[in-house]
């Protein structure tokens, strides 16, 4: 369900989250809706003080996720399960939010404990997978310390609601609401193909590597973080939302 409608502050500027998405959008395309605009990664843009962020793609979306922007963030393009505007209905979008036409939507992050000390969040997925494509290791899952399955694939993801209707669809995940206080963990290309897909309470999760070879890596969103050895775990749990902002240009993405 969609929040309160939202209007932002006029004075202040909007930012433009720097992206390598392949949608052909400038900051300076953003001018003709009459605004002032920041560009950057979102740690540059977050110090200008804006009044909500503009991120093309989903690793725009991701990364300005990552930073913990207390704005709401405008995504745009391809962005799986999340509401984006395309790129083209840019201004258009920005001219509905400067109008109070805009509407707040939750979208639920993870915070990802690695074994090395690192902390990670996804607003997407969380992946343990081979480094090598098509090889064979073993994993665990459990939920809440107890032990939910364990098996031989090329790897396991564990998606939000919002990442449910990406990778984790592509491999017959389910698809979660964001109603749901929930992740969807799915293996990847399992020995046994009737492997079963769970849906885990979104606190309490952890993904294990069960076997020394092949050589495991921690993916989080779109970003390699580590490698995970045998008898490691990563630990996931709810760590917040992002808060995205919904106009009548938004094409949604929830299915």
Do not use: K
Request: proline residues 9%.
């Amino acid at each position: 369900m969609d929040g309160d409608a939202w209007r932002p502050d006029p004075t202040s500027p909007v930012g433009f989250v720097e992206s390598d998405s392949e949608d052909d959008l400038e900051p300076s395309d953003l001018e003709a809706a009459e605004a002032n605009v920041v560009s950057g990664p979102p740690a540059d843009v977050l110090e200008a003080d804006p009044s909500t962020i503009v991120a093309v793609g989903d690793s725009a979306v991701a990364a300005a996720a990552d930073a913990r922007p207390d704005v709401p963030v405008l995504p745009v393009g391809d962005v799986p399960g999340i509401a984006a505007v395309d790129p083209d209905d840019v201004v258009g979008a920005l001219e509905s939010v400067f109008r109070g036409d805009g509407h707040l939507r939750t979208n639920p992050v993870l915070v990802v404990e690695t074994p090395s000390g690192n902390s990670e969040r996804a607003l997407f997925d969380v992946a343990l997978v081979t480094a090598e494509p098509a090889q064979i290791s073993e994993y665990g899952v459990s939920s809440r310390e107890e032990s939910v399955a364990q098996f031989r694939a090329d790897g396991v993801v564990a998606a939000t609601p919002a990442g449910s209707h990406g990778y984790a669809e592509t491999i017959d995940g389910p698809l979660l609401s964001t109603a749901v206080e929930g992740v969807v963990v799915v293996p990847i290309a399992p020995f046994v193909t009737q492997t079963c897909r769970w849906v885990l309470p979104n606190d309490g999760v952890a993904l294990s590597v069960e076997r020394d070879q092949p050589p495991i890596v921690l993916c989080v969103d779109d970003r390699t973080v580590e490698r995970i050895s045998a008898g490691e775990r990563v630990s996931i749990t709810a760590d917040g939302t992002l808060s995205t902002v919904v106009v009548p240009e938004s094409a949604d993405e929830r299915g």
